[in-house]
């Protein structure tokens, strides 16, 4: 594996490939805060259950993006993008906007879960390919693993929106 011992990137591809191990570091850290209010307006105990297991892999995530940081000589940094904000701003309003207790509402919770997810799937699937391409195999390894738990969940979601929560708000 080819790694930078200085502090200063080696090229401008590992500068963008720092900027963004930062904004997933920062997004996950996000998450630790907004994941609990979102399982919390769930009404469904299977959603409820998606939504902390994702918790728990946010929790190694993150662990994860500490180690790559300190494979590559940096303090783990984060930063939260306006992404992550907006995207957090959508799940508070499904939670303002829907009744509580209503299958709409953990409908609404799953979209809103479904667009976290695939930000990180972007994220992932991005850091994943720049890693490979500056030849950082055991970090491109690390993020794998987080791309496909977070391909896993979204899965989850989708399953449990169309075998059942939407088929319940649709008789709301």
Do not use: C, W
Not at 28 to 48: G, N, R, T, V
Not at 101 to 130: C, F, M, N, P
Not at 131 to 150: K, N, Q, V, W
Request: aromatic share 6%; no cysteine.
């Amino acid at each position: 594996m080819k790694m930078s011992t200085q502090h200063k990137p080696d090229s401008k591809l590992e500068e963008l490939f720092l900027d963004e191990l930062k904004e997933a570091y920062g997004g996950e850290h996000h998450q630790l805060q907004l994941l609990p209010l979102l399982k919390k307006a769930a009404s469904s105990l299977k959603l409820q259950n998606v939504i902390a297991n994702h918790l728990d892999d946010t929790r190694e995530h993150m662990r994860r993006l500490e180690a790559i940081f300190e494979k590559m000589g940096y303090a783990a940094e984060g930063r939260v993008s306006e992404a992550i904000l907006g995207l957090t701003r959508a799940a508070e309003e499904v939670i303002a906007t829907t009744t509580q207790g209503s299958a709409t509402r953990d409908a609404g919770l799953i979209v809103a879960a479904q667009k976290l997810e695939h930000y990180e799937i972007t994220t992932y699937g991005s850091l994943a390919q720049h890693a490979r391409t500056l030849d950082y195999d055991e970090i491109e390894e690390i993020l794998e693993s987080s791309l496909f738990e977070e391909k896993e969940a979204d899965d989850l979601l989708t399953a449990l929106a169309e075998n059942y929560i939407n088929v319940e708000a649709s008789r709301e």
